[in-house]
């Protein structure tokens, strides 16, 4: 299994700009999550979804970020538009239980 | 003005010395408590697990501890070697919620 697949691996992007984020869970994995990890916050939960559909996105910042799982081998997450402040890195991780996550190698977003 | 970031506790040790991280967690109705790695550049790996109704779990170089008393978590890695150095975070999910909540973690730093 290639684990949780995250693309691209490093973004770097002009401020205002859209941004998305890719996430291929495992399969057979029911749940998905969205991380984000900065030095300030550590790592913090921004949306979680099972069997596709949101559970819970109290996470997630404000409105200018969203997150879609149009099925079950595909997440995206999206900042439009994106501020310097959205700069960090973002997980994926998947779990087929909704413990042990296994979590991607990110995606280190920096918004100039 | 300079951003102040998380200054993360850290854990220095020699090769082959015995090593103790420690995590307090919040909240009493935690029942599952998970150990995870992350090394720099990638994704916090799953390391070790333990449920609320044990207190102790052994695993390859690895034991957590589990005290509910004082609502204390720790991990111990024995014969620690440089390839250990990483950032390990502890991990409380509540039976009730699907997620993990995480602590902010600890540095450990193994010299040859």
């Known amino acids: 299994d290639a684990g949780v697949i995250q693309s691209p691996r490093h973004e770097v992007t002009e401020m205002g700009q859209e941004v998305t984020l890719r996430c291929k869970p495992i399969s057979g994995h029911n749940s998905l999550f969205w991380y984000r990890q900065t030095m300030m916050r550590g790592l913090e939960l921004l949306i979680y979804f099972n069997n596709n559909v949101p559970i819970d996105d109290s996470g997630m910042p404000e409105d200018r970020f969203s997150a879609k799982m149009p099925n079950a081998s595909f997440s995206t997450l999206k900042i439009q538009p994106s501020e310097p402040r959205d700069s960090a890195v973002y997980f994926c991780a998947s779990s087929q239980t909704g413990v042990g996550y296994t979590f991607g190698s990110g995606t280190r977003l920096t918004v100039v | 003005g300079e951003s102040v970031g998380l200054h993360l506790p850290t854990l220095s040790v020699q090769e082959g010395d015995n090593s103790i991280i420690n995590c307090a967690y919040s909240n009493s109705a935690s029942d599952y408590f998970i150990w995870y790695k992350q090394e720099s550049g990638k994704g916090p790996q799953f390391i070790i697990d333990?449920?609320?109704?044990?207190d102790k779990r052994q695993g390859q170089r690895v034991t957590v501890l589990l005290n509910k008393t004082v609502k204390h978590l720790s991990l111990q890695i024995a014969a620690t070697q440089p390839g250990d150095s990483a950032v390990y975070f502890c991990?409380?999910?509540?039976?009730?919620?699907?997620?993990?909540?995480f602590g902010k973690g600890t540095m450990l730093l193994v010299s040859p």
């Open positions: 991990a409380e999910k509540n039976s009730g919620y699907s997620t993990l909540t």
């Open positions: 333990i449920r609320s109704n044990m």
